[in-house]
Each structure stands twice: as C-alpha cells, then as structure tokens.
C-alpha cells in the first residue's frame, strides 16, 4: 500500500515536472505577435526621432518637408526559414504627416512649367518628393539599448499629404532579446530631395 502511495507520489511530481518545463518551453520559444505601438513620437528636442541629411539641409534648394507627426507601430515576424526559426524580422508600419509645401519658398524656376526632351513638359511644382529611410533602437526596461535595426527600404516622402511607410528591417532579432524588450525608438532620416533639380 505504501509503495502504491509513493509510486503515485513519485509519477505526480513527474508529471507536474514535465507540464511546467513544457509550459516554460512554450513560452520562451514563441515569439510575442501583438503590435508595439508609439504614438505621436518626438520631433525635436533630444528625443527627436527625425533628422536631415547635409543634402537636404545645405545643397537643396527646395526646402526641407515640415512634419507635422509621426505615428509608428512595430510587431516581431517569426521566420520561415528552419535556420533562423529562433529569430524574427521587425515588421512595421509608419504614418508620417507631412505640411503642404510652401511654394512662397522655392525659386522661380520651379513655379512654371519646364520643359524636358521631346514634349515633355513638367507642371509647376505644388508638393514636393523626398526619400527617407528608417531605423529603430530596441530597449530594455532600464532603458539600455538591445539593437540598432535599420529598414530594408527607401520610402518616399511626399509633402501634403499622410505617408503610410510598411516594410521588414534588415537585420533579424533572436528569440532571447524579443523577450527583454520594453520599449524602441524609431528614427526618420530624409536623406535626399527628388524634386530638386
């Protein structure tokens, strides 16, 4: 009887063991799939999430845009691929607002129409083009930084408008750094201007 006891004891520990290694193995191996958002991130000051290129500031004769906000949300994309199946890809999508494009402040030449080979003709400028990258710091929950990723792409950024920017960072983060991250900072660089010319 007392050996019945026991051997029941012994196989409910056994099980017990077992539900919670597997549950702390579930939790670890999974990556967190919900949205990080940050709404209306910093424009200035220290913690400005935005910057110009020497370009856009100095050699551009078209103004840079103004920015009226920023509306950033990240999410963790498992990978596909066996081998990076313990990393995941930053998935994001960014709303940038962008101030109509005060043609007060241009030259003169792009406020008449010019004319390009052939019967081309370009129309007075009314909003302008630029490009513009991104790039993210990951925190943990004292604030140091995990990693720096950076986007895969160049976007477009047009004044007058609401630009929605979505895309994957270059980079891949793993499994153990997704589970200490409390915060991230995103970072619009406008690197160039396409309608200057």
Not at 120 to 147: G, R
Request: charged share 25%; with cysteine; glycine share 6%.
């Amino acid at each position: 009887m007392k050996k019945t006891i026991v051997a029941l004891i012994f196989g409910m520990f056994l099980v017990g063991a077992f539900v919670g290694y597997w549950l702390h193995y579930c939790s670890s191996a999974s990556i967190r799939s919900n949205w990080i958002e940050l709404q209306n991130a910093p424009l200035s000051g220290d913690d400005s999430c935005l910057g110009y290129s020497t370009e856009v500031i100095f050699e551009s004769d078209i103004p840079g845009p103004e920015i009226e906000r920023i509306d950033v949300k990240i999410k963790f994309i498992e990978s596909t691929e066996q081998q990076e199946k313990k990393k995941a890809h930053v998935g994001y999508i960014v709303e940038v607002s962008v101030e109509n494009l005060d043609v007060n402040n241009i030259p003169e030449k792009y406020k008449k129409e010019h004319k390009m080979a052939g019967d081309l003709v370009i129309p007075p400028l009314e909003q302008a083009t630029y490009e513009a990258k991104l790039s993210f710091k990951l925190f943990d929950k004292d604030s140091f930084v995990l990693l720096e990723l950076t986007g895969e792409q160049t976007h477009h950024l047009v004044t007058g408008k609401t630009n929605i920017f979505q895309g994957l960072t270059k980079e891949m983060v793993p499994v153990s750094i997704i589970r200490r991250i409390a915060k991230f900072k995103p970072y619009l660089h406008v690197t160039k201007c396409l309608s200057s010319r």
